[in-house]
């Protein structure tokens, strides 16, 4: 058996195997995919919902709608009720290790017209941080090759034998797609989504310039230089202002983490707990100065 035939035997397992929890989210062709994560429960991106309610259809073809029990638009997940009847739930990647670059990995979708689409390709890279749909940044990100049409971000990406590796978001270009990484944290997150706990994420109300700026416009007005993510608009009446932060303030750290990237700021904001301040560390100028933010119930999003 030659290794394309290896392969195509490797492809054919996986839609038997994987299809059958695979539907389409939308109407016709679609907005996206997702996957059954448990009886009654499609796990999707939160990108592909246009409301609480949607059309879940199925590679045999069966639909039926399904509605919204745990958003995270932040985190671009959400969790859908809906009449999964005897479709299996995708089983988990076992452990936290990411698949290394030279992986191979399969993508399984349902395009319109019913069936199956599977794809396959290798892991190029991980450890990438994205974007998502908020603006907030999603780190640990897997990078691959796997061919994806329009319509198949929130459906799985698998290994060889079946599991969740990743859930695909979107494409890089020119031949490179992301997923989120299947790993415990994701798995708890899921979870809590479709018990209905919807997560607290605190929104800061600042707007940050790129690191390189942020060396440039402290160089250009004689500052010495220092890592940390320059405020460049604070927005008015935000948790940011009412603490006190001002633009061209420096921000080095928060809730003890220090800030290199925005993906730094996002992880302490996330650790907050309900009710509870964030003390940031910043450098106005030369002055070292603390501050604490205090988030109030429509300080999160």
Do not use: C
């Not at 191979?104 to 794809?119: I, M, N, S």
């Amino acid at each position: 058996m030659t290794v394309w035939d290896e392969w195509a035997q490797v492809t054919g397992e996986i839609g038997s195997r994987v299809g059958p929890g695979v539907v389409r989210i939308g109407r016709d062709n679609g907005r996206g995919a997702g996957m059954v994560v448990g009886e009654g429960r499609i796990l999707t991106n939160a990108h592909n919902l246009r409301g609480r309610q949607t059309t879940v259809t199925f590679s045999d073809g069966r639909s039926t709608m399904g509605e919204v029990v745990g958003l995270d638009g932040a985190g671009d997940l959400s969790v859908l009720s809906a009449d999964t009847g005897a479709a299996p739930a995708l089983e988990w990647r076992p452990g936290d290790d990411p698949p290394v670059p030279g992986t191979a990995v399969w993508a399984v979708t349902t395009p319109e017209g019913g069936g199956l689409r599977v794809t396959g390709g290798w892991v190029s890279a991980v450890g990438r941080a994205f974007r998502g749909p908020g603006g907030r940044w999603i780190s640990g990100g897997l990078e691959h090759t796997v061919p994806l049409a329009r319509g198949s971000s929130g459906g799985p990406l698998v290994d060889a034998g079946g599991a969740l590796v990743g859930i695909n978001t979107h494409r890089l270009g020119e031949g490179f797609y992301l997923a989120v990484p299947a790993d415990t944290d994701l798995r708890k997150r899921v979870d809590a989504l479709a018990r209905g706990e919807s997560p607290l994420r605190h929104h800061l109300g600042v707007a940050i310039a790129p690191a390189e700026a942020a060396r440039r416009l402290r160089e250009a007005v004689g500052l010495p230089p220092r890592e940390g993510l320059l405020v460049r608009a604070v927005e008015e009446g935000s948790p940011a202002a009412t603490a006190g932060i001002h633009r061209g303030d420096l921000l080095v750290s928060a809730g003890g983490r220090h800030l290199g990237r925005p993906a730094d700021l996002f992880a302490a904001l996330d650790a907050v707990p309900a009710g509870a301040a964030l003390e940031v560390g910043l450098v106005r100028g030369v002055e070292e100065v603390t501050v604490q933010v205090a988030f109030g119930p429509d300080a999160a999003g």
